[in-house]
Every structure is written in C-alpha cells, then in structure tokens.
T-cell receptor, first 111, second 116 residues
C-alpha cells in the first residue's frame, strides 16, 4: 500500500467552478501536511501547508482529518491558471523531514 | 524567497557514461539537501538525503555506488549517475532545507536525463 494516495484525475472543471479532492495517508505518525502544485515538466512548488484546524489562502482551502487520515484541497472560482497537478505531501514524525509525495491529482480548468 | 538552481536542466548521454547534476542554494545555506527522481505520471521518489560534510543516506532500493552524492558545502550538492542506462532516464529534482527543524523545502527546477 502506498504511503500517500491520491485520485489521479483528471478533474475537468469549468472556469469559475469549485473543485475539491482528497488525499489519504497510511501512517498515523504523520506530522506535517502540505499541498504542492506541479506544472508539466516543472518542479513542485509549495501551495500551502495544512493545519489541524483547516486553513484558507485566497481561493484555496485545505482541511485535515486525522481520524480518517486524509487531507483535502478545495479550489473556489477556478481560474485557467489553476490547471496543474496537485501533490499531497506528508512528513512523518521521525523521518528527518523527508517528504512523502502522492502521485498527484490533475486538475484541468476549461474556459 | 529561497532559490535553488540545478544544472544542467536537460542532458542526453549515451549508455555507459556518467552524468553529474549540480544543485545549488543561491541565497541561503542548506544544511540538508534531498535528491528525488520522478518517472512520468508517478510521484516524486526520494533517492537520498544529503547533509553537508557527511555521507548521504540512501533510501531502500537506491544503489549508492551508482548514484554518487557529494555535499561538500552548504550551498552545493552533486548527484553523479554512473554508468547510466536507459532505465535511468528520468526527471531528477533536488530540494534544500535551511535548517534541521524547518518543515519547508525548496525545490530546484529539475534535470531531465535521457540515456540513449
């Protein structure tokens, strides 16, 4: 079983619509959670950290559910520029800061 | 913000040759650098963790004699793929962390290696 699992998509979203997707993690010792964004053939870039109480950054909202071991990302008012692959990233408590990546969820925003 | 560079961005080499990839932190000192590999439509897989001045720690299944990592200074780490084969063709990305307790890592732009 993979440490971090994501629905690969693609999620085809009309411009202006809302899209949400989850990521599940298998290790209950996971301590830190992030969403990264990766454009085609580019390096991942940090989108936002995910905090226990949930957090929002503009049109992006992240939630953490420790009981069910998943995190979610919601994008409101989707823009064409939001088209990308969104990577779920987890750090284990004792992993010396090693990031565990999900394979990513592809989002395609259409005009 | 923190900037990490990689060189080269793209390299094509013949099977059996060695390739060196450089990762530099441009505006900060990185105590730890990480090397990842990503195959198409797959997640980034950590290959090794490199601390300045010490030997790299390799993940299970990664051959340390094939993937040589040197972290000689706080701003430079190198990955050398020795005796490259076509199956080593991949996207290699480094990341750097400013300090031990820091959660965030800054990624280089990646190096696309093609072995013919």
């Amino acid at each position: 079983r993979k440490e971090v699992e994501q629905d690969p998509g693609p999620f085809n979203v009309p411009e202006g619509a809302t899209v949400a997707f989850n990521c599940t993690y298998s290790n209950s010792a996971s301590q830190s959670f992030f969403w990264y964004r990766q454009d085609c053939r580019k390096e991942p870039k940090l989108l936002m950290s995910v905090y226990s109480s949930g957090n929002e950054d503009g049109r992006f909202t992240a939630q953490l559910n420790r009981a069910s071991q998943y995190i979610s990302l919601l994008i409101r008012d989707s823009k064409l520029s939001d088209s990308a692959t969104y990577l779920c990233v987890v750090i284990l408590t004792d992993s010396w800061g090693k990031l565990q990546f999900g394979a990513g969820t592809q989002v395609v925003v259409t005009p | 913000g923190a900037v990490v560079s990689q060189h080269p961005s793209r390299v094509i080499c013949k099977s059996g040759t060695s390739v060196k990839i450089e990762c530099r932190s441009l505006d900060f000192q990185a105590t730890t650098m990480f090397w990842y590999r990503q195959f198409p439509k797959q997640s980034l897989m950590l290959m090794a963790t490199s601390n300045e001045g010490s030997k790299a720690t390799y993940e299970q299944g990664v051959e340390k004699d094939k993937f040589l990592i040197n972290h000689a200074s706080l701003t430079l780490s190198t990955l050398t793929v020795t005796s490259a084969h076509p199956e080593d063709s991949s996207f290699y990305i480094c990341s750097a962390r400013v300090e031990r307790g820091a959660r965030e890592q800054y990624f280089g732009p990646g190096t696309r290696l093609t072995v013919t």
